[in-house]
């Protein structure tokens, strides 16, 4: 039987009422997620064996969200991203003839939202079940002028868990304002229970090209093709075989259209193998340079290429690139993406 449960953990410092909700289906796997940030804080599997994986970093407590060390370090641990997902250029854009200046908050540029994105937002519960699943449903309201964007933009997102151990979650949003948005979900995954690095990890990624970044990660309009590169993951392969292991992966992929599966990693060691499935054209690979050392859950200690993102989204800088597809949103339309994390048990060898 699916189920959901919800636990008010912590009060905000402005008074708001911050929950732990767990989604739980039959297979024993629970999935736990606070409405501050909409952040999942655990992913965990019941094995075979009775065992229980937890293929997410994060920490054992809703408060450690808001510590000083986590603050100053900052990785964005299975948060919510928004109203913008990854780089844009200078932090500005024009639109409709008017130009708007974002919050720069990395180096020169504008990344995952501004200085409080929708990461550090506390979100409102407005809907819960546990049928035809475990299910959750948060929104948030963005003023007019938040981090500089134009127009008011209420965002909901509902996570799911089914019976087959597929974790989805859906964004959908309206605007009042013509503005742009890419919403997506930054969880960090670690499938040996946040134990070791992922240069082990055997990857697919099916994509042939990517997408070219200056040497501030700001996308620059070229798609460059993977083939003969280290970023062809179109055949599965170790993390590690081709990289540069000071640096690791921190680029974006134009997914390939109809194909059976867009993305897919696993770990020999545990047996996990994790599928993504998107409605979204492009998934961001990121192997965690920049993250740690930082104490997670278990006193694990987390660091460079303790986990990976496959953060799936819209082209990053779109509004600065002509030739990219559409991010604006206007009045009257809705947007709405879904993402689907598919867990298997891989047979015993």
């Given amino acids: 039987m699916d189920l959901l449960t919800q636990k008010r953990v912590l009060i905000s410092s402005a008074g708001e009422d911050i929950y732990l909700f767990t989604l739980c289906n039959a297979n024993g796997t629970e999935v736990c997620i606070t409405n501050y940030g909409a952040i999942i ?10 065992s229980v ?4 970093l994060g920490f054992d407590d809703v408060e450690s969200y808001f510590s000083p060390a986590y603050l100053s370090a900052y ?19 024009t639109l409709d003839g008017k130009t708007y200046e974002l919050a720069r908050n990395n180096a020169n540029d504008h990344l995952h939202g501004g200085l409080e ?16 699943h475990a299910w959750v449903e948060l929104s948030y309201s963005s003023p007019d002028g938040e981090e500089g964007y134009p127009g008011t933009l209420h965002t ?33 995954f670690n499938l ?13 990624i099916a994509a042939s090209y990517w997408l070219q970044q200056n040497d501030n990660f700001v996308t620059t309009g070229r798609l460059l093709p993977v083939a003969d590169t280290p970023l062809d993951f179109r055949t599965p392969h170790r993390v590690g075989e081709r990289w540069d292991p000071e640096h690791g992966y921190d680029q974006s992929f134009v997914l390939d259209e109809a194909v059976a599966v867009p993305a897919a990693v696993e770990s020999e060691e545990s047996g996990i193998r994790l599928e993504v499935y998107t409605t979204e054209p492009v998934v961001h690979l990121y192997t965690a340079r920049w993250l740690g050392p930082l104490t997670g859950k278990g006193g694990q200690v987390y660091g460079s290429s303790s986990a990976l993102c496959l953060e799936t989204q819209k082209h990053p800088n779109a509004i600065n690139v002509p030739h990219f597809p559409n991010t604006i949103l206007r009045p009257g339309e809705t947007y709405h993406t879904r993402t689907t994390y598919r867990v298997l048990e891989m047979p015993e060898k």
């Fill in 192 to 204: 040996n229970g946040g134990r070791g690095t992922v240069a082990d990890y055997k990857l697919q």
């Fill in 75 to 93: 990785p964005y641990l299975g948060a919510v991203i928004g109203r913008y997902g990854n780089r844009i250029g200078h932090g500005i854009f």
């Fill in 156 to 188: 909901s997102i509902r996570f799911e868990l089914n019976a087959a151990n597929e974790l989805s979650y859906a964004f959908t949003a309206t605007c009042d304002a013509p503005t742009i948005v890419n919403l997506t979900h930054h969880s960090y």
């Fill in 53 to 56: 994986n937890d293929i997410v």
């Fill in 41 to 50: 804080t655990a992913f965990r599997i019941r094995m075979r064996n009775g």
């Fill in 117 to 132: 994105g929708f990461d550090k937002k506390i979100w409102r519960l407005t809907g819960s079940g546990s049928t035809p």
